[in-house]
């Protein structure tokens, strides 16, 4: 190592600091020991290093820096606090507002048993242009058709009922249950294309909610035709036609 | 995981000595404490990641630094000079007696130097790091970083007191 190479690594060398283990440096430092003028100038380089540094050291912080950092960022942590607490409750309402959708869908769901819908429901079959599964005017038939198919067939009708003809029947489904429905003719003239204009549904019971108890038959007006409902035994009834309440209550 | 430092401790024990390079490398007492404070935000963010509680402070030092090439990198750029082509351009820093040197003429001289000395030269005298601390701040090889001190404290005593510090002719520009 000669005197330049000394000077060069000498001019990164901070005394007091882990630079003084480096082997180049100790190296260039027992070199100083030996040359005179190496000694002068790292005495020299020295003094100005210290002058320097000490200009660097005297580079202050403002005033409050400190108290602003840390006050600043207990603000922020609030915030992120809030966002956290606004984030967890949006996430509640959002579950709140599915769970009463939920609980409204399913209410629906159970709401669309009730025996206004099964009404609604049955008048619409009626009313719509029908295919009779069987069409016959022998009741025993139709009776033999209807248990054939598991659908209700031990009815029983008024007596004005039975002295109506019947014209054949259907096998309908209210919520996945068999509806039989049974078609008269009640001798009126009829619009061409059509062959009843009287019509009986029956189902159990059980399957439709609000379905009334035992008692004389509730008249109601649904859609286009009169009807009356009742139950009898484990049956209920739906009997429809168009007209009034007294034109009903004569085939009760 | 460095977690389980407390945030006024940390700030209490570095907020100085990262002011103090942040101030040396912006000159502007502003833009050294937000790059100081914007430094703590990021701890506070990210520190937890950070797995050796002794590399603390050499993180919140690479982290300032990061962010001041960040901020540089959004100003407009003017283009880049050689300094031994513009030396004559350049405003004269008076060759003065480093006793009387003030801070500012100090920072003043820094700023004259390219941008690759300033930081190294900075942090080697607010001789807070190793120089292998230093390189990992830099993010460059301690290789590196020698190269560019031993260029950068010469041309800053050159601008200081009209002379090199060693002496030799000029060194041959940073790998």
Redesign the interface.
């Known amino acids: 190592m000669n005197r330049d190479d000394a000077k060069n690594i000498l001019l990164l060398y901070r005394p007091d600091t882990v630079d003084v283990v480096d082997p180049q440096v100790t190296e260039a430092l027992s070199l100083v020991k030996q040359d005179a003028e190496l000694a002068a100038w790292l005495r020299e380089l020295g003094a100005r290093q210290e002058i320097l540094r000490a200009k660097f050291r005297q580079i202050q912080a403002p005033a409050g820096l400190k108290e602003q950092i840390i006050s600043e960022q207990a603000a922020r942590e609030k915030i992120i606090v809030w966002r956290r607490v606004a984030a967890l409750t949006a996430v509640a309402a959002a579950v709140v507002v599915l769970l009463t959708l939920a609980v409204f869908r399913f209410q629906s769901a159970g709401n669309d048993n009730t025996l206004a819908l099964y009404q609604n429901r049955m008048v619409g079959a009626a009313l719509r242009v029908y295919t009779m599964d069987l069409a016959t005017d022998n009741p025993v038939q139709i009776r033999e058709y209807l248990k054939q198919n598991h659908a209700p067939a031990d009815y029983v009708l008024p007596a004005p009922l039975e002295k109506v003809a019947t014209t054949g029947c259907a096998i309908t489904s209210w919520q996945g249950a068999k509806v039989s429905m049974i078609c008269f003719r009640t001798g009126k003239p009829l619009p061409p294309g059509e062959q009843s204009d009287l019509w009986l549904f029956v189902i159990d019971r059980d399957l439709v909610k609000n379905a009334p108890s035992a008692g004389p038959p509730q008249l109601a007006k649904v859609n286009q035709l009169i009807t009356a409902t009742w139950t009898q035994g484990d049956k209920l009834y739906l009997l429809g036609t168009e007209g009034d309440e007294q034109t009903i209550r004569k085939l009760l | 995981m460095a977690k389980g430092l407390d945030?006024?401790s940390l700030?209490?024990c570095h907020?100085?000595s990262l002011?103090?390079f942040a101030?040396?490398l912006t000159r502007d007492?502003a833009d050294a404490?937000d790059l100081?404070?914007q430094t703590?935000?990021i701890w506070?963010a990210k520190g937890h990641q950070l797995r050796d509680e002794s590399k603390v402070k050499t993180w919140l030092f690479t982290t300032l630094h990061r962010e001041f090439l960040g901020a540089r990198r959004k100003q407009v750029r003017f283009p880049h000079v050689e300094l031994d082509q513009a030396a004559a351009e350049l405003p004269v820093v008076p060759a003065i007696s480093?006793?009387q040197?003030?801070?500012s003429q100090?920072l003043a001289a820094l700023a004259h130097l390219d941008e690759i000395y300033r930081a190294p030269v900075?942090l080697?005298?607010?001789?807070d790091h190793?120089?292998l601390e230093i390189a990992e701040i830099l993010e460059v090889p301690i290789g590196t970083v020698?190269s560019r001190?031993?260029r950068g404290?010469?041309r800053?005593?050159d601008l200081?007191?009209g002379k090199s510090?060693?002496?030799?002719p000029s060194r041959p520009t940073d790998s």
């Open positions: 945030f006024e700030v209490s907020y100085q002011y103090q101030f040396s007492e404490c100081t404070q703590f935000c506070a480093l006793n040197l003030d801070v100090l900075a080697f005298y607010l001789q190793s120089y020698k001190l031993a404290l010469d800053l005593h200081l007191t510090a060693t002496g030799t």
